[in-house]
């Protein structure tokens, strides 16, 4: 996936319906929406850091350049579900996220090498 820039708001519960509506004419449903066409969906994810901690700190230092690693995992899990190996890197306000597709059932074996 190619870089990006990512801005993020706090928006308000009460004003969430509202803004959906406004936004809805330009985007599209996310096919991850689930059977029950809700357009929501549950997401897992677990985050791995060093034994030093050195991911979060970076973080909380407000570093410029930094990265993330983690398995990101969406909807109801079950064996045939994928489940996405990912590294997030940001280089001050560009993100670029590399991932990886695993089915669910195999993850306990790769992660054992």
């Not at 004419?25 to 677990?46: C, F, N, W």
């Not at 979060?56 to 190996?85: E, M, N, Q």
């Amino acid at each position: 996936m190619a870089g990006r820039l990512e801005y993020k708001f706090l928006v308000p519960n009460s004003l969430l319906g509202d803004l959906r509506a406004d936004l809805l004419p330009y985007v599209a449903k996310d096919p991850l929406g689930g059977a029950q066409h809700t357009g929501e969906y549950t997401v897992r994810s677990i985050y791995y850091d060093t034994p030093r901690l050195q991911c979060y700190d970076a973080k909380l230092d407000g570093l410029k350049v930094r990265s993330k690693f983690r398995i990101r995992g969406y909807g109801h899990p079950t064996p045939d579900s994928v489940v996405f190996l990912e590294i997030k890197k940001k280089y001050d306000s560009f993100i670029e996220k590399h991932r990886s597709p695993l089915l669910r059932r195999d993850l306990p074996s790769f992660l054992a090498t």
